[in-house]
T-cell receptor
Framework: KAGVTQTPRYLIKTRGQQVTLSCSPI?????VSWYQQTPGQGLQFLFE???????NKGNFPGRFSGRQFSNSRSEMNVSTLELGDSALYLC????????????FGSGTRLTVV | GQQLNQSPQSMFIQEGEDVSMNCTSS?????WLWYKQDPGEGPVLLIA?????ELTSNGRLTAQFGITRKDSFLNISASIPSDVGIYFC??????????FGAGTTVTVRA
């Protein structure tokens, strides 16, 4: 079956702009999580959605937001981009919870200039 | 920040060698996971551990869930060139998120 699909793979944006990243989970998976990966901070949890509800949120500013649709697809949005937002953004899905592990997508590489 | 202390930070392997890495924490976890990440890709789940003391194998990989639930280790036996990459441990405390170690970078020794 198809894995977790993230689009776009690469993105270059200017400071102050906003960006929307998309994630299609594995069919049947209802939990979708987002992580930010940077060389300095490693993999950091952003938020998790289940059945269109945000169940948990990491320690990121309010400029980072997300949502999940009824078909479990998810988007994350970053407004007023800063240089420090440059990172690999990873989406992951699981059937219900994190307890059995997440399957990750290949990520979206965001560069803010 | 990182809750998990993963070591070593990097290692060089020679084909055929056994290698090991571990993760420790001051917190208790309900699940321990080991992932491998290749350049330009997302992490891929290698092994999942669900019970304290559990020892699980996946081919040449063996991992254990520490008795105290605060640590885990991963062994790779008879390493091959495609074992290079970054290995991450991850722990699950509640149901919704993974806490990751900083990663162990495995490189082939010239």
């Amino acid at each position: 079956k198809a894995g977790v699909t993230q689009t776009p793979r690469y993105l270059i944006k200017t400071r102050g702009q906003q960006v929307t990243l998309s994630c299609s989970p594995i069919s049947g998976h209802r939990s979708v999580s987002w992580y930010q990966q940077t060389p300095g901070q490693g993999l950091q949890f952003l938020f998790e959605y289940f059945s269109e509800t945000q169940r948990n949120k990491g320690n990121f500013p309010g400029r980072f937001s997300g949502r999940q649709f009824s078909n479990s697809r998810s988007e994350m949005n970053v407004s007023t981009l800063e240089l420090g937002d440059s990172a690999l953004y990873l989406c992951a899905s699981s059937p219900t919870t994190a307890l059995y592990g997440y399957t990750f997508g290949s990520g979206t590489r965001l560069t803010v200039v | 920040g990182q809750q998990l202390n993963q070591s070593p930070q990097s290692m060089f392997i020679q084909e055929g060698e056994d290698v090991s890495m571990n993760c420790t924490s001051s917190s208790i976890f309900n699940t321990w996971l080991w992932y491998k990440q290749d350049p330009g890709e997302g992490p891929v789940l290698l092994i999942a551990l669900y019970k304290a003391g559990e020892l699980t194998s996946n081919g040449r990989l063996t991992a254990q869930f520490g008795i105290t639930r605060k640590d885990s280790f991963l062994n790779i036996s008879a390493s091959i060139p495609s074992d290079v990459g970054i290995y991450f441990c991850a722990g699950v405390q509640d149901d919704y998120k993974l806490s990751f170690g900083a990663g162990t970078t495995v490189t082939v020794r010239a």
